[in-house]
């Protein structure tokens, strides 16, 4: 992996993860959390989305929307654990 191609993974992951935050209203995590957010929610979404038949092709702005949707269902889970426990 280049450093370009690291940087363009944490740039989408710092704005899917504040995207989601503002989604999901009172789960932002800051600039780090933000960005950890983003691409586990990356990684979420690349896995599920193709299994329900949904995908979308093309560029940095599919790869935002992607992870965002990943990065909702992550935060989601997070506030249902946290209302179990």
Do not use: C
């Amino acid at each position: 992996m280049t450093i370009e191609a690291l940087i363009v993974w944490l740039v989408i992951g710092a704005i899917a993860g504040w995207l989601a935050g503002q989604i999901m209203e009172g789960y932002g995590f800051g600039l780090i959390g933000n960005i950890v957010v983003g691409i586990v929610g990356a990684l979420i979404a690349g896995w599920l989305l193709p299994k329900l038949g949904f995908v979308l092709i093309g560029g940095i702005g599919a790869a935002i929307i992607n992870a965002v949707i990943g990065a909702v269902i992550l935060l989601a889970a997070i506030a249902l654990f946290k209302k179990a426990a």
